[in-house]
């Protein structure tokens, strides 16, 4: 015999209160991107996640580096629009206060609250405070998602290294618990906050994979693409300069929003004068739903970074099926070995020339068998059983 349908309402009602509650807090979230990582990081997470949590998420309403919110988004209401198992709430930016804040913080009881990066003074900072003077009694889970790699710590380092040592001096680490992503941020963890309770669990990632389509693959022709923020960290100078070295026929397509207007210039300079071989165009910003299409367009993704705690659209390529040429600062290592791409130490800048060169000598069944590697790899990550088990961990 079936259930009614009062049965079945008090079932599911059941179910959601035993689900804990979490309260994701970051910058931005969908549909921005702008911001790079944290947002697909804090996307793929709900969506992931959103059946065994009752997952809330409190953000602003206007992207990374934008003055306008977004359009038909409702700002300063709780909102279903991603799906009605994840609720999100647009703080409208241009009047939000700390006291906004923290009503909705305290206002959605939850069991966990969920800070994202480390130095964002209204979304980790402020929330930090409140647990630390006892007016939150959530308990408190801090992913720096990089944060704390010397890398991203050489970037304004007067405003963080003083902060960090409060941090450290208040005990604060002593009163939450951090989400390391793999052991290099674990460890980078340790190293500032001795003593921390520190939970791995491996980002999650775009888990939509599109069917395997190779692409046409002349000798001598190669299509790279490089999508990033443009910052020094994402290292495009670095790429550029070993364009110089290039012989065959290349052509880089750029993506990513300009954040620093002269990097960009001295990146310009470089295009300027490259050898007529090497083609470079920039495509502008683009949104992570069209990420996958331009890259499918392409034979290589290039990103000699400085420093990576995940790397999506590093995984948006092997997702895809596009060989990934990399730095070995990012968690995707020995790539070689499974024909999925190449991770060179960026000491090391006449290996990158070198397998661009190689690459483009290719015809079409090379190509197509690391094309398949590439996405084979990505296909057995995204199907690992122990990704959702360790959130699972993480927030219980």
Not at 162 to 178: E, G, Q, S, V
Not at 203 to 231: G, H, M, Y
Not at 268 to 280: A, C, G, M, Y
Not at 349 to 374: H, N, P, V, Y
Request: glycine letters at 4%; proline letters at 5%.
């Amino acid at each position: 015999m079936g259930l009614s349908k009062k049965s079945c309402q008090d079932y599911n009602m059941s179910l959601q209160k035993e689900r804990k509650k979490v309260l994701v807090l970051v910058d931005w979230f969908k549909p921005g991107y702008k911001a790079g990582g944290p947002i697909r990081s804090c996307t793929n997470f709900a969506y992931a996640l959103k059946n065994d949590f009752d997952i809330r998420v409190l953000t602003t309403d206007t992207d990374h580096g934008e003055q306008e919110p977004y359009q038909n988004i409702t700002s300063n209401k709780w909102l279903t629009n991603l799906g009605p198992d994840i609720q999100v709430y647009y703080a409208r930016k241009a009047t939000l206060s700390l006291d906004q804040i923290k009503r909705e913080m305290i206002s959605a009881h939850a069991d966990y609250v969920y800070l994202n990066h480390l130095f964002s003074p209204k979304f980790v900072v402020y929330p930090l405070w409140l647990k630390f003077t006892r007016q939150l009694k959530s308990k408190v889970v801090l992913c720096p998602r990089g944060a704390l790699y010397e890398s991203a710590l050489a970037v304004k380092p007067i405003k963080k290294k003083p902060f960090i040592k409060l941090f450290r001096w208040l005990k604060i680490h002593k009163m939450i618990t951090f989400h390391a992503t793999n052991e290099r941020e674990k460890q980078a963890i340790l190293d500032y906050f001795p003593g921390s309770q520190v939970i791995i669990a491996d980002n999650l990632p775009e888990s939509d994979q599109p069917v395997f389509v190779s692409c046409k693959k002349d000798p001598d022709i190669l299509k790279c693409i490089f999508i990033a923020r443009i910052v020094p960290i994402k290292n495009l100078l670095f790429l550029l300069q070993v364009l110089q070295q290039v012989k065959k026929q290349i052509t880089v397509s750029v993506a990513g929003p300009i954040e620093d207007a002269d990097y960009w210039a001295a990146c310009e300079k470089i295009i300027q004068d490259l050898p007529s071989n090497i083609q470079v165009k920039y495509l502008g910003a683009i949104s992570n739903d069209k990420v996958k299409s331009i890259i499918s367009t392409h034979h290589l993704f290039i990103l000699p970074t400085q420093g990576e705690n995940f790397g999506h659209s590093i995984f948006e390529s092997l997702l895809t099926g596009r060989p990934v040429l990399i730095s070995d600062q990012t968690p995707w290592l020995q790539l070689a070995s499974k024909k999925a791409g190449w991770d060179v130490p960026l000491k090391d800048q006449g290996k990158f020339a070198q397998i661009i060169d190689e690459m483009a000598s290719w015809e079409q069944s090379r190509f197509d068998e690391w094309a398949l590697g590439a996405w084979q790899y990505a296909q057995v990550f995204i199907e690992n059983p122990a990704l959702k088990k360790q959130y699972l961990n993480l927030f219980s």
